[in-house]
């Protein structure tokens, strides 16, 4: 599977933001998909993750609220839509694949990783 993701930018405090992911390869729908982000000088850490049907989804405490996480399968692509964006959501954000959903939280759960896209919210 390999992920392509899209979507970043430079926005202001309060603005909104949708990043996709497109993956291509067979057995779209057989993996939980994640996105997960990395500020500078910080460890990688999951904001999101939604299960291989869609109906689950998991959001870190930071981003409840603000963040929505979706898929559509037909396209073979996942969108995690970013509203009320404040200064901490500054970071790459990556999005990732795994099969062993929930435990896709954990990077070690990752298969597949997309390249970063990268976020930044101004003040």
């Known amino acids: 599977v390999q992920l392509q993701a899209s979507g970043g930018g430079l926005v202001q405090a309060g603005d909104s933001l949708r990043l996709s992911c497109a993956a291509s390869g067979r057995n779209f729908s057989t993996y939980g998909m994640g996105w997960f982000r990395q500020a500078p000088g910080k460890e990688r850490e999951c904001v999101a993750t939604?299960?291989?049907?869609?109906?689950?989804?998991y959001y870190s405490d930071s981003v409840k609220g603000r963040f929505t996480f979706s898929r559509d399968s037909a396209k073979n692509t996942v969108y995690l839509q970013m509203d009320s964006l404040k200064p901490e959501d500054t970071a790459v954000y990556y999005c990732?694949?795994?099969?062993?959903?929930?435990?896709?939280?954990?990077?070690?759960?990752?298969?597949?990783w997309g390249k970063g896209t990268l976020v930044t919210v101004s003040s």
């Open positions: 939604i299960s291989r049907g869609g109906s689950a989804t």
């Open positions: 990732a694949a795994g099969t062993r959903y929930p435990m896709l939280t954990i990077i070690s759960a990752v298969d597949y």
